[in-house]
């Protein structure tokens, strides 16, 4: 047989591509339920680092509904709202930040009690050097001390912007603060790495290399913070 | 990226020839020293750059090419008579392609953590030269015994060049290895500091560099008559 003949060589393109086409489908769509459910447990997972509670794949369902006692919606304005059909835990905030303009978005607020006491988590999504980067914050009953910090990034050069998911890096925002002494929000910037940050509660020392990376923390925080400030005051009156 | 054009090899292999007869220990040995895929023929270099800032995906990298590597040299083999030499790049490409995605949807699936580590690097896979260059110069003209041998052997001259850039990279870059601290915090106390070029991607080909000529100056056989 010629296989250099046009009509072959259209034959067996065409065969070779559905063949390929069908196996890589079929596959794509027999592994998706588990992808999904991996991203949903990963998901439950950062969410309960944040608030230093360590699980593993397996075990992140049961705690997560265990400890994250209340899920709830903020638009834009920082006002709790009901949004049918959506909980707070479908919001993909990496997705909106991209699609939507800021004030179409939902600003999901998990709180979670353990012992009584109360931390409040925020999914925050912003933009790194190469892509997006996103993480979660938690705050203290106070609602202006950093509990804990998780964050993530999809294409960050590794070992350097890429270490914003590293231990090191996320216990250096522990303890700072969002309001300034006459309760104005400041939120918590980011600086150049290797800046002295002793003592100031409002600041944080970046990653040396990765400068842009951790600009870009500082950021998303700054921004996404500032949705929750009417939310976080209203609250504090209340609790008064 | 250069890519240097090899002539494809052929490698009479006789009816009843045992499996590993000389010939197909070659196959295997052979791209580790004598016609390592990155030191002597220079290919597959741009993953060699940028991910042998940490062993450990460097690890994980190496695997997977081997996967694709062996998957990608035993179809086109077993093809090589019904692939029309016109359009064969193209399906070398599709090939890998799919091998390449399959790798990543099972990683995404059953082993979570290993993809996001690697991230864009599995989808990179098909990139690599040396896949194409050994389906090209090898499995299109071999049987599939060979051409299994050949895709270890030349995934395995990648991979240990990969781990040994990456051990260099990461011990003096960040004082670890696999993510483990190996330079105690009293040296940094004494004035060490790690090497942030090190990190940075020129390094690796510095490095690469120096495999080749430590390769050169040791092995005879590769140094070439003026």
């Not at chain 2, 450990?56 to 090419?65: G, H, N, T, W, Y």
């Not at chain 2, 090898?138 to 049987?143: D, E, I, T």
């Not at chain 2, 080909?205 to 003026?226: D, M, P």
Request: hydrophobic residues 45%; charged residues 20%.
């Amino acid at each position: 047989m010629d296989v250099n003949k046009n009509g072959y060589i259209f034959a067996f393109s065409a065969i070779l591509v559905i063949v390929v086409g069908a196996a890589l489908a079929f596959t794509a769509e027999s592994l998706k339920p588990m992808q999904k459910e991996n991203v949903r447990l990963e998901k439950m997972q950062n969410i309960l680092a944040t608030v230093k509670i360590e699980s593993t794949p397996e075990e992140a369902k049961e705690k997560f509904d265990k400890y994250i006692v209340e899920q709830k919606l903020l638009n834009s304005e920082g006002v709790v709202t009901d949004f049918p059909n959506l909980t707070a835990f479908d919001i993909d905030a990496v997705k909106e930040y991209k699609t939507m303009a800021a004030e179409d978005r939902h600003y999901p607020l998990f709180v979670f009690e353990d012992g009584g006491e109360r931390k409040y988590i925020v999914p925050l999504a912003g933009k790194g050097l190469w892509g997006p980067i996103w993480g979660y914050v938690a705050f203290n009953g106070d609602m202006n001390t950093v509990y804990g910090s998780t964050f993530d990034h999809k294409t960050e050069t590794p070992g350097l912007g890429a270490e914003i998911s590293e231990t090191w890096f996320q216990e250096r925002f522990i303890g700072k603060t969002i309001f300034n002494e006459s309760g104005e929000f400041v939120s918590v910037d980011v600086v150049k790495g290797g800046t002295d940050v002793e003592g100031q509660d409002h600041l944080v020392d970046g990653i040396s290399g990765g400068t842009i990376t951790s600009k870009g923390v500082g950021e998303m925080m700054e921004r996404t913070l500032n949705v929750y400030v009417p939310y976080f005051k209203g609250n504090l009156k209340a609790a008064l | 990226m250069s890519e240097t054009a090899e002539a494809t090899q052929e490698v009479a292999v006789e009816p009843k020839e045992p499996l590993f007869s000389t010939k197909n220990k070659r196959l295997l040995s052979d791209p580790l020293n004598d016609d390592n895929p990155i030191t002597i023929q220079v290919l597959g270099i741009c993953s060699a750059l940028a991910i042998t800032v940490q062993v450990k995906p460097s690890f994980v990298m190496a695997v997977s090419v081997l996967f694709v590597m062996i998957g990608a040299n035993l179809i086109v083999s077993w093809m090589r008579n019904l692939i029309p030499s016109r359009v064969r790049i193209i399906v070398q490409l599709v090939i890998v392609a799919a091998l390449v995605i399959l790798v990543d949807q099972f990683l995404k699936a059953f082993l979570y953590d290993v993809s996001k580590q690697l991230s864009v690097f599995v989808g990179l896979i098909i990139t690599n030269c040396i896949i194409m260059g050994r389906l090209e110069a090898f499995a299109l003209g071999n049987k599939a015994w060979p051409s299994f041998l050949d895709a270890i052997g030349n995934a395995a001259g990648y991979g240990w060049i990969l781990i040994a850039v990456a051990v260099v990279r990461e011990f003096f870059g960040s004082g670890k290895l696999w993510g483990f601290q190996l330079i105690p915090q009293s040296f940094y106390d004494f004035g060490y500091a790690d090497n942030g070029l090190m990190i940075l991607p020129p390094m690796a080909l510095i490095t690469v560099g120096i495999i080749i000529w430590v390769q050169r100056s040791r092995n005879t056989k590769l140094i070439e008559e003026n």
